[in-house]
């Protein structure tokens, strides 16, 4: 009999295979829920830690150490009984039943589930991918921070007082939380981390395409967090196209060119480009469509789950909850099938959402139109943030941190700093 539990007892070797390609949110809950099922399971990723995304604009402002955010795939495997596999996605042989990996690998499933996540949407915008700083990696974390601090490390030996203009294009909620902890950096951290460089010098911009700032909230919460960048001294353009992204600049819709010497990117996610290789039918924004049991359109033991699964008629939102939600689905359908059962619709369970804009403040909104924002807000965000990493070490290191950054940077307390960034050709 098929199981379903917490802890994973040892399959037989002729147990069904679960392929799991992706170890973030949705992957790593699709393990955990597989439990005691009883199935052999692999995990796939091109990285060998696991990212928690939501703390990503920390490591770039130098409030988190990089180590903070990112989880050994092989301590929650080992912990599992999961096997686990570095490699690249790059194709899915459907009759085969296998998936090659780029380096070459093949592995065979009997049921596969793709948690690959998406990445930065350029949407064509000339130079956007180019000249601009992307967020939804480790590695554009810690580039971002290093051109931060190189460039204010110019700042503050150049002859002539130099400025410096940060735009961030997209205010959603990461564009938001980015922008407001870079005017906190400037702000607070600044004078003693850069004392030679003035906060006048530098400016920070917010540039959205849309009437408002954070559009999944009620009225009431995005105008407090338009107040509350305003208050920081973040410039914020709403109804502002960006057409063209160069190397010093934006070049808004009507022509305009505003000067911009670090853009950060945070305007909209899609597919990668090499989903179009996996073989399996994409929808909106290149991501994977499933049907109501989770499962991709067409395929009766492939799954698509999280960011890069896509429902036609009723797409969940790109966030941590929808993605731990489906991947536990998919686990369990998979247990259901493997047990000679059918399988059941998803249904996504809305516990809310919430978004910082920086020291005590944040916006929350729950169901049953509770909604808040402010300082209790913020220590809620903070509270699930740190509980929802992976890790006790991480959970510490974490809480240890952004004590030290909240607590403080006011007061003199170092940024986390790094190397200066490589030479771009
Ligand atoms: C900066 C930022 C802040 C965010 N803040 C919040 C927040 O506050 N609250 C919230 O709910 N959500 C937030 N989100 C969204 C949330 O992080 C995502 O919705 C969530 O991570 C989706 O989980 P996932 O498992 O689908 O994908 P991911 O967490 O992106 O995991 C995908 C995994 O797949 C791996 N992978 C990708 N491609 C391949 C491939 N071809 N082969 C092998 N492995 C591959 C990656 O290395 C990664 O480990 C934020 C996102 C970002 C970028």
Do not use: M, T
């Given at each position: 009999m098929v199981r379903i539990g917490r802890r994973r007892r040892a399959?037989?070797?002729?147990a069904p295979h679960v392929v799991v390609v992706g170890a973030g949110f949705a992957g790593l809950a699709t393990l955990r829920a597989l439990g005691r099922s009883g199935l052999r399971a692999t995990l796939v990723d091109r990285n060998i830690y696991s990212t928690?995304?939501?703390?990503l604009y920390q490591v770039a402002t130098g409030g988190l150490n990089p180590g903070d955010v990112a989880y050994p795939v092989r301590s929650f495997t080992g912990k599992h009984g999961v096997r686990f596999r570095r490699g690249e996605l790059a194709g899915v042989d459907t009759a085969a039943r296998t998936v090659s990996l780029a380096d070459g690998g093949r592995l065979g499933y009997d049921y596969l589930v793709i948690a690959t996540g998406v990445s930065a949407a350029y949407?064509?915008?000339?130079?956007g991918e180019k000249y601009s700083r992307a967020l939804y990696t480790r590695r554009d974390a810690i580039s971002l921070r290093d051109h931060l601090m190189a460039a204010l490390e110019e700042m503050s030996i150049a002859s002539e007082p130099a400025e410096l203009v940060i735009t961030v294009v997209g205010g959603g909620a990461t564009g938001v939380e980015v922008a407001g902890t870079l005017a906190e950096l400037r702000n607070i951290?600044?004078?003693?981390?850069?004392?030679?460089?003035?906060?006048?010098q530098v400016q920070i911009r917010l540039v959205e395409?849309?009437?408002?700032?954070?559009?999944?909230?009620?009225t009431s919460l995005r105008d407090y967090a338009y107040r509350q960048l305003e208050k920081r001294g973040v410039d914020v353009r709403l109804g502002t196209t960006i057409r063209e992204v160069t190397p010093d600049s934006v070049i808004v819709a009507d022509g305009q060119s505003l000067h911009s010497d670090l853009t950060v990117w945070a305007a909209g996610v899609s597919a990668?480009?090499?989903?179009?290789?996996?073989?399996l039918p994409q929808g909106r924004g290149g991501r994977i469509v499933v049907g109501p049991d989770l499962r991709?359109?067409?395929?009766?033991?492939i799954f698509a789950v999280g960011d890069i699964a896509i429902a036609e008629n009723d797409p969940a939102p790109q966030l941590a909850q929808p993605a731990l939600q489906e991947g536990r689905h998919a686990a369990r359908q998979i247990t259901r099938l493997a047990a000679g059962q059918p399988t059941e619709p998803f249904r996504y369970h809305d516990k809310g959402i919430m978004a910082t804009i920086g020291r005590r403040s944040a916006v929350v909104e729950l169901p049953h139109r509770i909604r808040f924002g402010g300082t209790l807000a913020w220590l809620a965000w903070l509270a699930l943030h740190i509980v929802e990493l992976l890790g006790n070490r991480n959970r510490f290191s974490t809480l240890l941190n952004l004590s030290w950054r909240y607590l403080t940077w006011a007061r003199g307390g170092g940024l986390i700093v790094g190397d200066d960034p490589p030479e771009e050709g």
């Open positions: 399959p037989a070797p002729d928690f995304q939501p703390l949407f064509g915008i000339e130079g951290a600044l004078a003693a981390a850069f004392p030679e460089v003035h906060r006048a395409l849309g009437p408002a700032l954070i559009p999944p909230f009620d990668p480009a090499a989903a179009a290789h996996w073989g991709v359109k067409g395929q009766d033991r």
